[in-house]
C-alpha cells in the first residue's frame, strides 16, 4: 500500500494490481473454475464443428478430468516448419514429406507438376505450410476471438499458440477422432479434415457490455484511421482515468495519438500492421500513465497473440481488413452518432442475427483472399525467381 503514495508509482496502483492477479491465480489454482470454464465455452462454442475445448467429466478443486483431445500444440507444429525451413536453406532437397504433423505436405503443383517452393534462395517456414492449413488457422483464430469479443462476452485469457492444438486427419489414415471438424474440399493440397481444441481455460475474461463495446471501438478506430477516436477509447480502459487524468494529459495524449496514427495507421486497406499500432498504443498509455484494467489488458494481449500466430502463418492475411465486415456492422448497430457506445444494444437479437450474417461475408471474402493467393503461388511456382523475389 506503501507505494501507492511515492511519487511516480502512484499512477500504477500496485496494490490494486497485484490484487487483481492474486485473484486471477487464485482461480486458475481451484480446478473446478476450470471445468465451468470448460462447460460454458463448449456451449458458446457448440454450433462450431471446427473449434472445441476439452469436456470435464469431473472436477474438483484439485482434480479435473477431461475428454482426451486429438492433435498438435500450434507452435510445435509452426517450429516443425520453421526446422524446415532452415533445413532447405542449408542445402537440403526440396522434396520431403512430414509425418510428424499427421498430413503429407505437398510440395509440387499437381497441375504442372512442379515445387511450391523454390529449389533455390531463402524460404521461411510459412512459406512450406500448405496453403488450406494456413487459412484454416488464421481465419479460424480471428473468428473465435471475433465471437468471444462481440457475441460472448466471455474471453479465453490466454490465446497463444501453445494453449491451441491443431487436429490434421487424412481420410486414408484414419476417421476424425472428434465431431469437432470440417471438410476441405480439395484434398490434393491438404488433409481431408481440420480441427482445434483450445485448452487451459482456467482464466478467463467476463468482459461486461461496456467493457466489450470500449475494446471494439478503439479496434473500429484502427480500421478509419482516427487516431483522436482511438484515444477516447483507450482512456476509458479504466473508470480512474475519467478522474485522476488532467486536462491537459488527455490533450497530450490524444496529440500523440493522432501523431501514432498519422505514420502507421491509416485505416481499412493499407495494409495496418496491427500488432504495431498496438504496442504503439501500449507505449503511449504508458508514456501518458493511463490506467488500464485486467480485462482490457487481456484484450490487447489476446488480438497480440492472434496477429502474431496470423503473421507467422501467412503474413499476407490482414486481420484488420478481414475483421472489417463485422467491426463496422457493429460499429453502426452499437454507437450513437458522435461515436458513443451503447453497450445495451449488443444484446440485441437482432445485432446477433446481423452479425452471424457478417460472418458469412467475411468467410466469403476469406475464400476469395485465398484462391487469389493459391493462384499466384501456382504462377510463382513455375517462375523460382519471382518466388524468390
Not at 22 to 27: I, L, N, R, V
Not at 219 to 233: D, H, Q, R, V, Y
Not at 325 to 344: A, D, V
Amino acid at each position: 500500500k506503501i507505494f501507492d503514495y511515492v511519487p511516480g508509482l502512484s499512477w500504477l496502483r500496485l496494490r490494486e494490481s497485484v490484487e487483481q492477479f492474486s485473484s486471477t491465480m487464485a482461480a486458475q489454482a481451484f480446478l473446478h473454475v476450470e471445468g465451468h470454464h470448460l462447460e460454458v465455452l463448449n456451449y458458446n462454442f457448440e454450433s462450431w464443428p471446427h473449434v472445441g475445448f476439452p469436456r470435464p467429466f469431473y472436477a474438483s478443486s484439485s482434480v479435473i478430468i477431461e475428454t482426451f483431445e486429438p492433435g498438435q500444440i500450434v507452435s510445435d507444429f509452426l517450429g516443425h516448419y520453421d526446422e524446415l525451413a532452415d533445413t532447405i536453406n542449408n542445402g537440403e532437397p526440396v522434396q520431403y514429406k512430414v509425418e510428424e504433423v499427421s498430413a503429407e505436405v505437398e510440395t509440387t503443383d499437381p497441375q504442372s507438376n512442379t515445387p511450391i517452393v523454390p529449389v533455390q534462395g531463402e524460404v521461411e517456414g510459412h512459406d512450406l505450410v500448405p496453403l488450406p492449413v494456413a487459412r484454416f488457422l488464421v481465419t479460424t483464430g480471428l473468428g473465435l476471438y471475433l465471437k468471444m469479443l462481440l457475441v460472448d462476452n466471455l474471453m479465453h485469457a490466454d490465446l497463444h499458440s501453445g494453449n491451441i492444438m491443431l487436429d490434421l486427419v487424412q481420410s486414408k489414415k484414419r476417421q476424425p477422432t472428434s465431431v469437432k471438424s470440417v471438410a476441405i474440399p480439395d484434398k490434393d493440397k491438404g488433409p481431408s479434415r481440420m480441427a482445434i481444441t483450445l485448452v487451459d481455460a482456467g482464466m478467463v475474461a467476463q468482459l461486461t457490455d461496456l467493457e466489450g463495446s470500449v475494446f471494439v471501438g478503439l479496434l473500429a478506430s484502427l480500421g478509419s484511421g482516427n487516431g483522436k477516436e482511438a484515444a477516447m477509447f483507450a482512456m476509458q480502459f479504466s473508470d480512474e482515468n475519467q478522474i485522476t487524468l488532467a486536462k491537459e494529459t488527455r490533450q497530450h495524449f490524444t496529440d500523440d495519438m493522432i501523431q501514432l496514427f498519422r505514420v502507421c495507421c491509416r485505416g481499412y486497406g493499407t495494409g495496418v500492421d496491427v500488432g504495431e499500432v498496438l504496442r504503439g498504443v501500449l507505449g503511449l498509455i504508458r508514456k501518458h500513465q493511463i490506467r488500464i484494467d485486467a480485462n482490457y489488458a487481456t484484450l490487447v494481449v489476446n488480438i497480440l497473440c492472434t496477429e502474431s500466430l496470423a503473421r507467422r502463418m501467412f503474413p499476407n492475411y490482414n486481420l484488420l481488413d478481414a475483421a472489417r465486415p463485422l467491426l463496422e456492422s457493429y460499429r453502426g448497430m452499437c454507437y450513437t452518432r458522435s461515436g458513443l457506445p451503447k453497450p445495451s444494444a449488443r444484446r440485441s437479437s437482432f445485432v446477433k442475427f446481423w452479425l452471424s450474417v457478417m460472418y458469412m461475408k467475411k468467410r466469403v471474402l476469406d475464400g476469395a483472399f485465398f484462391w487469389k493467393e493459391a493462384r499466384q503461388k501456382r504462377l510463382s511456382s513455375r517462375n523460382p525467381r519471382q518466388a524468390i523475389n
